[in-house]
Each structure stands twice: as structure tokens, then as C-alpha cells.
């Protein structure tokens, strides 16, 4: 079995780690790339989703580098995502691939329902080697998470942040070829550390914006053109709204909906939206509320197009950006995405914020 997976941000690095360690042949999909996006837009359907179209790029280049099994999660609810294994699988059948694809459903809080699919599948395997397999791999998933909150932190207050990238990048390509939890956590403390060694100001006072919307765009670099990495090399910080490990947590074990963090995110959005509408979207509304609250500067919102949670959360944004006097800045994304106008909307959107800062401070706006 050779087995594959699409990519979404950093999650090949924690996915990699868990099927070799259950002893699997791992066939990666090559990072993405125009090729990759080309192959999805022209084989899927026009009105599919970014992330949809993506994936059919990522399966077909790992199909074509010897995969014979991918391995995906499925979903629930108003989301297309509960319907992407079937969509795809039968994109990929017309186009004559031989292949297997094993989709991992949502478990709602099931750890045992979650092991007994783990179980059937890997049928070889001790439940010893299963929990291993799966513990090294969230505690990747979990640092990596880490380390990107952190860097997206310090890009903010650093003299030189591109110097902050390139330790976070050395730290990502260590992470992979550790297979001990407390070299992991040695790691990453050493990431900070070497990052506190650069030069830092900490009487700057940089702008701060979070990030919210839906979970594939806002992952994937090469969906949104870099965005963190952008803002924090224009001397922003930057805080996402939700990380892989949050993902985890609620579609595959239904714990963090019932957080008392979601709880505060549902209370903070009830005035605007008192419902789940699918994907994020009552979390974008609830987590642009926090940001107001948390004294962020503004707020861009990340959408595929055509993505229905986030069109209601967009069409609701206006509202709540009125009333808090909080900027908010939507962005659609989709092959039409336009690196120069991307960057011109962001470096606006920057402005205006530095603009609003200068005169809630009473200095004087250039």
C-alpha cells in the first residue's frame, strides 16, 4: 500500500509522521504549485471550491508519482467538505486512475469509534504501535501550531523579521525527522530561544490583526498568497483564528465545540449570527468580535469562492465592523487570485490601519 493525502498548510508534516510510523509507504504529494492548481481547475467542476480543486491537483500528482491508496477526512453539515471524498473519487475513476480511498468520517467525541476505524484498517498493528503512531504525530501537529502562533508573534517586534522566518523555517524542516516527543519539545524551545536572541523592540507598539474564515484557505500558503508571512514582513502581528490541531480537535473528536472557549466564541457572535450556518462561519463572526475586544487594530477574513459559511459571515461583517469601528478586509480567493492586487489590498488595508492607530493616539498621520 502506497498512501497519499492532500495538502492543507503544515499538515503533511504531522501526517507524514503518522503513517510511517504505522509502518506505511508514504507517497507525498509534491508541494503545490500552478501545475497543481491547473490540473484541479481543469478537471473538477467550475463551481467547486479552491480547496476542491486543489486536492484533485494534489491526488492526481501523487497518483502519477506511484500512490495507490488516499487517505482523507470526511465531513457533516451545510459545508461541501462532507461531500469532497465522493466528488473526488469519482473525478478521479473518469479519469481511469486505479486507486482505493479510505475516508475518515467524524467521530462526535468517540475516541473508541475513532481507534476501531483506525483498527480496521491498519488490522497489522498493535493497539500499542496505533497509540504511539498517533501520539507522536499530535504532538507535532500541536508544536507546530506552537511555533507558528509564536512566529507570527515575534515577526511583529523584530528589527529584522524575515530573520524570524528563516528560524522558523530551520525548526520546521528539524521537526520532521524527529521521533522522540521530548526532542520535540527540546525543539521548540530552542526555536524561541533563537528567535528571542534576535534583535527585538519591545517599545514597539505594531499594529495587530487577526486572521478568520474558512480553515483550508486560511492554512494553506499557497491559497493566500503567503498572507501571514506578508503581514509579519510588513511588521504586523498577526494571530490566526484557528490552527490545525483546533481543526483535529472539533471534526474528528467533536471536543472543542463544546469548549468553554467556542462557548465564549458563540456568545461574542450572537448578537450578528445566533445559528451554525456550516464550515467557520459562526466562528468568523464570534472571533472578529474577540479581536475587537482584544484591542486588534483590524480583522481580514479568508473565503474560497463560492463558500456559502463564509458568504453569510461576509454578508454579516459589514454590520459588525460599523458597530465596533473595527476595519474588516474580505478577501475571496480562487484561481483568479491575482498576486498585485492581492498585495495592493493588503498594503491599503495596512495603511488605513496605521492611520487609525496614529489618530487613536493623537500622533500625526503621514
Not at 530551520?170 to 534583535?199: C, G, P, T
Amino acid at each position: 500500500m502506497k498512501v497519499t493525502y492532500p495538502h492543507m498548510g503544515l499538515m503533511n508534516l504531522s501526517a507524514k509522521s503518522l503513517l510511517k510510523e504505522l509502518g506505511l509507504e508514504v507517497v507525498e504529494p509534491p508541494p503545490i504549485t500552478e501545475r497543481t492548481l491547473n490540473l484541479g481547475v481543469k478537471h473538477a467542476p467550475e463551481f467547486a471550491c479552491l480547496p476542491l480543486k486543489i486536492n484533485v491537483g494534489n491526488y492526481i500528482e501523487a497518483l502519477e508519482a506511484g500512490a495507490d491508496t488516499i487517505i482523507m477526512a470526511g465531513g457533516s453539515g451545510p459545508c461541501r467538505f462532507g461531500y469532497y471524498g465522493e466528488v473526488q473519487k469519482e473525478i478521479l475513476k473518469d479519469l481511469d486512475y486505479d486507486f482505493e480511498m479510505i475516508t475518515f468520517e467524524p467521530f462526535q467525541g468517540s475516541w473508541s469509534n475513532f481507534l476501531q476505524q483506525f483498527k480496521f484498517i491498519f488490522k497489522h498493528l498493535s493497539w500499542w504501535n496505533l497509540w504511539s503512531a498517533w501520539k507522536l504525530a499530535w504532538t507535532k501537529c500541536q508544536l507546530i501550531d506552537e511555533a507558528t502562533e509564536y512566529t507570527n508573534r515575534m515577526r511583529g517586534y523584530a528589527v529584522k523579521p524575515k530573520l524570524v522566518t528563516e528560524v522558523y523555517e530551520v525548526f520546521l524542516n528539524r521537526i520532521e525527522d524527529i521521533h522522540e516527543i521530548e526532542k520535540l519539545h527540546s525543539a521548540i524551545v530552542e526555536m524561541k530561544n533563537q528567535i528571542l536572541d534576535l534583535k527585538i523592540d519591545w517599545q514597539k507598539e505594531p499594529l495587530k490583526v487577526g486572521i478568520v474564515g474558512e480553515i483550508y484557505v486560511v492554512l494553506e500558503p499557497f491559497t493566500n498568497l503567503n498572507l501571514e508571512k506578508k503581514l509579519g514582513e510588513m511588521g504586523v502581528v498577526v494571530n490566526r483564528s484557528i490552527y490545525l490541531s483546533d481543526w483535529i480537535s472539533e471534526h474528528l473528536f467533536s471536543t472543542s465545540v463544546d469548549s468553554e472557549e467556542h462557548q465564549k466564541i458563540e456568545a461574542a457572535a450572537e448578537p450578528y449570527l445566533e445559528h451554525f450556518v456550516g464550515g467557520h462561519g459562526l466562528e468568523t463572526i464570534g472571533r472578529t468580535v474577540l479581536y475587537n475586544q482584544d484591542d486588534y487594530d483590524g480583522v481580514i477574513q479568508l473565503a474560497p469562492f463560492t463558500c456559502m459559511p463564509e458568504i453569510v459571515a461576509e454578508s454579516i461583517l459589514p454590520k459588525v465592523s460599523r458597530e465596533l469601528d473595527m476595519p474588516v478586509l474580505s478577501l475571496t480567493l480562487d484561481e483568479h487570485t491575482g498576486e498585485a492586487g492581492y498585495i495592493t489590498r493588503l498594503e491599503a488595508f495596512v495603511d488605513l490601519l496605521k492611520r487609525k492607530q496614529g489618530l487613536k493616539t493623537g500622533g500625526q498621520v503621514i
